[in-house]
């Protein structure tokens, strides 16, 4: 079945620091692939998606390629804020089924 | 709009017990699911429909009843709960263009 893996947390940064959190994915046909972000206390929110290959999402300053070839979307921010602390998900679509990682754990301190 | 609206937020149980989450949306969804949160696990899916009067088990199903009579609502049943069931509960309706999943903001169940 299909399946997603983001790496394991918690990741702790300091502010103005660049941010990667790596996912893979196992999956049949063609998936759309999503980062949804979980602020604390709160349900989970889309941060970006894309559908295809090579498309790339962004979003607040995150940015994430559907690599094919490597089967990953991997979540990038060039410059973090400590209101970017919050968990993380990397998911896929294909058909009605949606599948999510672990989720990875981001705190950034002042 | 109010999206989607979960309730109860905080709900303790004695083993054994039954209980039912709400969920409801108004954004006109077929699809709407159920998932846990647990910490190192992400979302599991339990159940999930793609229109009203269907249903379909997820990942995690058993222990837990669902039915949808109709598009608004998407109740999830927990018929005799156990301590296993102790989890962070999710619904989420899926906007289908987009394939972007709304969801609630949770429903923290503890089973003594």
């Known amino acids: 079945g299909d399946s997603v893996t983001q790496m394991e947390g918690p990741v702790t940064l300091s502010e103005e620091a660049f941010l990667t959190i790596n996912c893979t994915y196992t999956?049949?046909?063609?998936?759309?692939l999503f980062w949804y972000v979980q602020y604390p206390g709160e349900g989970l929110q889309l941060l970006l998606k894309?559908?295809?290959?090579?498309d790339k999402g962004s979003n607040k300053g995150f940015e994430a390629t559907y690599r094919k070839e490597t089967t990953s979307f991997h979540l990038e921010k060039g410059s973090v804020q400590v209101s970017d602390s919050a968990v993380y998900f990397c998911?896929?679509?294909?058909?009605?089924?949606?599948?999510f990682g672990a989720g990875t754990t981001v705190t950034v301190r002042a | 709009n109010a999206g989607v609206t979960q309730t109860p937020k905080f709900q303790v149980l004695k083993t054994g017990q039954s209980m039912t989450l709400q969920c409801a949306q108004d954004?006109?969804?077929?699809?709407m699911s159920w998932y846990r949160q647990d910490p190192g696990m992400g979302l599991r899916l339990i159940h999930y429909?793609?229109?009203?009067?269907?249903?379909d088990q997820g990942e995690v199903p058993n222990g837990y009843n669902v039915s949808r009579s109709t598009t608004e609502d998407f109740p999830l049943r927990l018929l005799s709960a156990a301590p296993s069931q102790t989890s962070v509960y999710f619904c989420?309706?899926?906007?289908?263009?987009?394939?972007?999943?709304?969801f609630g903001e949770g429903s923290r169940l503890t089973v003594l």
């Open positions: 998911a896929l679509r294909n058909d009605y089924k949606l599948s």
């Open positions: 999956a049949t046909g063609y998936p759309s």
């Open positions: 894309a559908t295809k290959a090579d």
């Open positions: 954004m006109n969804h077929e699809y």
């Open positions: 429909s793609v229109g009203a009067g269907i249903t």
């Open positions: 989420a309706s899926l906007k289908p263009n987009t394939g972007e999943l709304f």
